[in-house]
């Protein structure tokens, strides 16, 4: 199976736009350092600051599964219950073309 892309959006509550970068930078390293991650970036959206995007690339959707059983993932999930203004939306790709 070829690599997919997960590109996850959230959007920080007024006044808790730092504390989410704060959250979401604290778990980039550690699913760096995952088996099965390929890359991990994370961007602010310029039309609205509250707005961050993790776009990840993993080997396979079974690395992805695996990662959210990880200790650092479930933390996050805990933390951004009071941070996010609703849920993240979640969206798969798979790789067409990588040249």
Request: hydrophobic residues 40%.
């Amino acid at each position: 199976m070829p690599d997919v892309i997960v590109i996850a959006t959230a959007k920080a509550k007024p006044g808790k736009e730092k504390e989410m970068e704060s959250a979401l930078r604290a778990v980039a390293l550690p699913t760096r350092a995952q088996p099965g991650c390929v890359r991990f970036n994370l961007s602010r959206s310029t039309d609205d600051p509250a707005v961050i995007v993790g776009v990840k690339r993993w080997a396979s959707k079974e690395d992805y599964e695996m990662h959210l059983q990880g200790p650092h993932f479930q933390r996050l999930g805990a933390a951004m219950g009071n941070i996010i203004a609703g849920p993240p939306q979640i969206q798969w790709y798979e790789i067409l073309d990588d040249k």
